[in-house]
């Protein structure tokens, strides 16, 4: 059974940072894609940024220069560091899995809220 579990939300004034952490379990998580996507109350769900089995990253133009995806594959786990937060950050925050076979995976999601 698959679990993405993400932890490292929360209530953060503008300008500050957070870190999120999604473990996942019951996938090969070294050759997995992971992602983070955010969905904010009343628009659709969004790319924030992903990072391949390889190491390449990709991110959303609103995030690029504070945010930083990282990935742990002893640790089967995938980081997002986020700085210089504002408050159009404010969402919740899915922690995502793309197996070789293109089944996908999501977390339960984590809320982030920034307050100005």
């Known amino acids: 059974q698959v679990q993405l579990v993400e932890s490292g939300g929360g209530l953060v004034q503008a300008g500050g940072s957070l870190r999120l952490s999604c473990a996942a379990s019951g996938i090969i998580f070294s050759i997995s894609t992971m992602g983070w996507y955010r969905q904010a109350p009343g628009k659709q769900r969004e790319l924030v940024a992903d990072?391949?089995?390889?190491?390449?990253?990709n991110s959303a133009d609103s995030v690029k220069g504070r945010f930083t995806i990282s990935r742990d594959n002893a640790r089967k786990t995938v980081y997002l560091e986020m700085n210089s937060l504002k408050p159009e950050d404010t969402a919740v925050y899915y922690c995502?899995?793309?197996?070789?076979?293109?089944?996908?995976?999501w977390g339960q999601g984590t809320q982030v809220t920034v307050s100005s």
């Open positions: 990072i391949t089995s390889g190491g390449s990253t």
């Open positions: 995502n899995a793309k197996a070789p076979t293109a089944t996908t995976y």
